[in-house]
């Protein structure tokens, strides 16, 4: 018989159930993993198309904040895999199986309550991912590594510079890649073998062998100390009792020749609008046009963008933006943004460092600046906002770096005070 691939014999298990209150009001209405990025997707499809991408063509993804949005991005986008393939993708809401009475109260205990949904797949190998992240990674390899070192779990780290690495947990590890310690947000990193200035941080990417893991969790679950968690539990006592081994990203990521090692969390407000802002680089550093790894998502049918008019002050016109289908420009100057599906804009408007997510409508004269706006957002005639930090903080959300997010909730108040 020939033998099978190893991403064929391997399962995708993604952690997609967190809120991401770092993107405020953002996630508001929708778990992290299904804010919308890039012009067109979700953060989830960075996840899953590094493992359609990879060969793997088994995954389950947990729900569970505000998952509505998620599950119907996931249904729409996503439903193309053919069980009589062998291939599936299972949502696994927190439905308080297996005789539990709580949610998903860690994320290794969102995969210990669906132990028997695992056993199903049939497979060898179970990669553990976070739906919340944006890079692009052939998991084919870290498999590869995991098999080779005989390793009982099989760590994605990234490279960091020491000094901003207590943001994360760090891998000490030996001259082979043995984990030898896992310190969770360190004071003070330790650096790796060949460079003390740089450190080893956790990417939330863990490789196991399913007998090994399935046995770990059930011993997880029955410790009340425990809080049933893959960084907090699971990791360190395998680095302290079993082999651990860290797999470094640069091995693994897909890139073009000579583009650095791309990874970004975009937790954080600031973190989202600049991720957006450098994709309209003249060559940004994350490649979405790349045809050899595309990132799949859910396709809407739309018709192409549209820019109209071609007076002084009066011009349909986008300068280093990313436009997407569905969007009229109606004589509005748009510089260094990234406009979502369908968006609007009327006459006499400047978009400059924006980031509209899908259906915002921009109304004649509107100002903005070093925004994130929401989807479904209608923007008054005559609004400015970026120009004025004090003034935009009465009604919107002002980062300390200076982006404004702008939801419909903060207009409305804005409207009624006025």
Known sequence: MPTKRLTQRSMVFVLAGGRGSRLKELTDRRVKPAVPFGGKGRIIDFALSNATNSGIRKMAIATQYKAHSLIRHLQRGWNFFAPERNEFLDVLPASQRGGTESWYKGTADAVT?????????DVDYVIILAGDHIYKMDYEIMLRQHVETKADVTVGCLTVPRKEASAFGVMDTDNTGK?????????DPPGTPEDPEKALASMGIYVFNWTFLRELLLKDADDPNSTNDFGNDLIPDIVAHGKAMAHRFDESCVREEGAPAYWKDVGTVDAFWQAHI??????????????????????????PAKFIHDERDRRGMAISSMVSGGCVISGTEVRNSVLFTNVHTNSYAVLDHAVLLPKVVVHRSARLRQVVVDGGVVIPEGLVVGEDPADDAKFFRVTERGTTLITQEMLDKRAASL
């Open 113 to 121: 309550q669906n132990i028997d949904i695992v056993d199903s797949y």
């Open 179 to 187: 984990i030898t310690s896992f310190l969770e947000k360190p004071a």
């Open 278 to 303: 450098d994709l309209t680089n003249f060559t940004p550093d994350l490649d979405l046009w790349s045809r050899n790894w595309p990132i799949w998502t859910y396709n809407e049918s739309v018709p």
